[in-house]
């Protein structure tokens, strides 16, 4: 195999082909009959030529193709594939394009064999390009990897078949399916009847906006004079801003799974996942000021940043293949929240089960003070998780918080 490129071989048309040439190559031995010779030479001679041709079609491609670099589960996915042809006086005819779609995940392959699609290409002209295009419904959030793709064709006799493998390797995120945040879900992660009120900080006067104008008080600053409206009236007036309200949310994703989930454990995993990429992307809409991420699942993990599309978008990938895990993980990710908590910041618990009594007593006795600047600072901070709301995917009144584009929320 060269450069990928394998040695022609017999189709099935092809064996019988053979079988057919070598009776009347036996018998010509066998009979000494020249004729039967002459027939045998005759026929080896298409064998031959079709081999040369096969080689020369797949010898100067070259394979590309083109998909976006995520998508949500569910979509229709378009991948083009392109096939160019580098001889400038022979065509490529009557290709096989076979593209191999493999799902991966954090922990390996997910036990689901990887899919190969079959797309025909009638004619690569010389020097010319042909691009040909498939499509997938990919429904499993996760990672998956496009590639190789195997070209292959039996031009012209259909008696041998020659491939080649070209690497052609990408990656592809399928992010989790989005629904809606009902108004319920901003006025708990506004504050309200919870307690928790969100933070409000004052970005400096380029994000304040003009709200009107009013007269002048001392410690008024002389920027903020309006020097054509004194002048008119003949008394100081300064211009009035209106602060913008920054809030912040720290989220925490509670993905246990038992040893030997169920079908319902598994579409609450999902729920929950889809929850919290539905709550991020709101995030990212309505401009919060900052957003702290921790999941408790196979890999416990913490992120807190500014709440940019950008960052959200780091964040809904990570939860693409996240997994659901033992509950132990569940007090080393509030410990990651804990010392991560944005100021005034309310706190949310998505979770695939109900509140455990004790889910956060242990967090809460061993916060190290360190980490807030002494005792006092760990008292208040870890006593934040006491204050937590716990929204676990098998509710009854989940619709108050979560609703899906078309149809009911699911929780089987």
Known sequence: MLNGLRI????????????????????????????????????????????????????????????????????????????????????????????????RNGQGDGGIPPTAVDVAVPLVEPAGETWVSYRAHLTRRGLYEFGPITVSTRFPLGLLECSRRFDARQELIVCPRLGRMTAEWDRLTQGGPTGTQAALARQGLTEDEFHGLREWRPGDSRRWVHWRTSARLSTLSVKQFERKRHRSLALLLDLRMPARPTETDRVRLELVVSIAATALTDIARQG????????????????????????????????????????ATLAEAARMLVERWPGGAPGVVLSTRPMPADAFGSVNRSAPAELFGGAAGTAVEARRLDRVTWIDAGRRDLDRFFQWSHGPVDRA
Do not use: K
Request: charged share 20%; proline share 4%.
């Open 288 to 327: 919060l000021a900052r957003v702290t991420l921790a999941i408790a699942g196979a890999r416990p993990g913490c992120w807190s940043g500014a709440a940019s599309p950008r960052f959200v978008d780091e964040l809904i990938d990570r939860l693409a293949a996240v997994e659901g895990g033992s509950g």
């Open 8 to 103: 022609p071989m017999p189709t099935r048309e092809g064996l019988y082909f053979v079988s057919v040439l070598l009776f009347v190559m036996g018998g010509a031995v066998a009979r000494e009959l020249n004729l039967l010779i002459v027939l045998a030479g005759m026929m080896i001679g298409p064998l031959v030529f079709h081999a040369r041709m096969v080689l020369l079609a797949l010898r100067r491609l070259s394979v590309s193709r083109r998909l976006p670099r995520r998508i949500q589960a569910g979509e229709s996915l378009h991948v083009r594939i392109g096939i160019a042809n580098g001889r400038r006086q022979l065509g490529a005819w009557l290709l096989r394009a076979r593209d191999r779609i493999t799902y």
